[in-house]
């Protein structure tokens, strides 16, 4: 069945979602429903008691919280992927979007579940702490092409492109001082820009005290090179024989989320189907605006897990 469905459709691509997909309630029906996904948010309740209520019951200001969203979204992403695998659907090539990449690299086995929860909160908070040194933020541009707001921030002394995510759509980070003034510029230019709701300059040059410190942390780890390929947010290729995957991981915290080129790779390397894991569907949308050739499913509860199996199967009959 499985040769057929890759045929028919391609390589099954899992992509994990990232931070800022978050919110309340989010979960809870996979708890309720897939024992495998039980077994993941148990497991968080061992390493990190209290990370369940927050996830199920939190409010949407708690979620917001860097040392709250990152942790929770990890746990949910890992909980849908599990779920994925007990209903019979098998990843043959991943990626994750930021925090996401980590999950994929607990999914696969690289690293403990243990291991990668007490990670992602180290890399949380480290990350809020850099944030909490300096009034920063970030914007999504819309409309642009990627070489003119790059282009528009070099205006800047304190801006940086940071997620390239799909054609015309760009996210960038840096002082809120700037950030007004760059949102008139990008009108200026006939795009777009809209703020988003988090604390701080996250993938960019202003992260790497967070980076330096999260390379010593990762010291502490056992990490070893996945088993299927997994693209790396750093360089949009998979992790290789010779990469140093905890060199990638520090270094992913203060450079760009190259996500557009990584899903064009992954196409090109056979990806057919993409499912993304986690809350929302952000990554589910940006792949549909890369590419109208795939087909494009998202698990994150009861109802859309069951559309992306009977998607997959159906294809692969």
């Known amino acids: 069945m ?5 045929m028919a459709n391609g390589k099954i691509a899992i992509v994990f979602s990232g931070q800022g997909a978050q919110y309340p309630g989010m979960g809870r029906g996979l708890y309720e429903n897939s024992p495998a996904a039980r077994d993941v948010f148990d497991k968080a309740e061992r390493v990190r008691p209290g990370t369940s209520e927050r996830i199920f019951f939190g409010s949407e200001a708690q979620l917001a919280e860097t040392g709250n969203t990152q942790p929770c979204v990890f746990c949910v992403g890992l909980a849908a992927a599990a779920a994925l695998r007990e209903a019979g659907v098998e990843a043959d090539i991943l990626a994750g979007f930021s925090l996401g990449e980590i999950a994929a690299l607990t999914f696969l086995g690289a690293v403990s579940f243990e291991d990668g929860l007490r990670l992602v909160c180290e890399r949380a908070g480290l990350m809020r702490e850099a944030a909490e040194g300096m009034d920063a933020g970030m914007m999504a541009v ?9 282009a528009a921030c070099a205006e800047f002394d304190s801006l940086y492109p940071v997620n390239f995510n799909s054609p015309n759509q ?11 003034l760059f949102e008139r510029r990008v009108r200026e230019l006939g795009g777009r820009a809209v703020p988003l709701k988090v604390g701080g300059a996250f993938h960019s040059p202003m992260m790497e005290g967070a980076a330096a410190a999260f390379s010593k942390a990762l010291g502490a780890y056992e990490i070893s ?21 905890k060199a990638n991981l520090s270094k992913h915290i203060c450079s760009p989320v190259l996500w557009r080129e990584s899903v064009e790779n992954m196409i090109l390397d056979g990806a057919g189907t993409f499912i993304e894991t986690g809350p929302g569907k952000t990554l589910s ?21 069951k559309k992306a199996v009977e998607g997959v199967t159906e294809g692969a009959a």
């Not at 499985?2 to 890759?6: F, M, V």
């Not at 760009?170 to 007004?180: H, S, T």
């Open 170 to 180: 760009v996210v960038v980070a840096g002082l809120k001082g700037e950030l007004g």
């Open 2 to 6: 499985q040769e057929t469905a890759e």
């Open 225 to 245: 090179r996945p088993g299927i390929p997994l693209y790396s947010n750093v360089t949009a290729r998979p992790y290789g024989a010779g990469t140093d995957v």
């Open 285 to 305: 949308g940006l792949v549909s605006r890369i590419s109208d050739k795939v087909r494009v499913y998202n698990a994150e509860n009861t109802e859309s897990l």
């Open 142 to 150: 819309l409309k642009l092409p990627d070489g003119e707001v790059a």
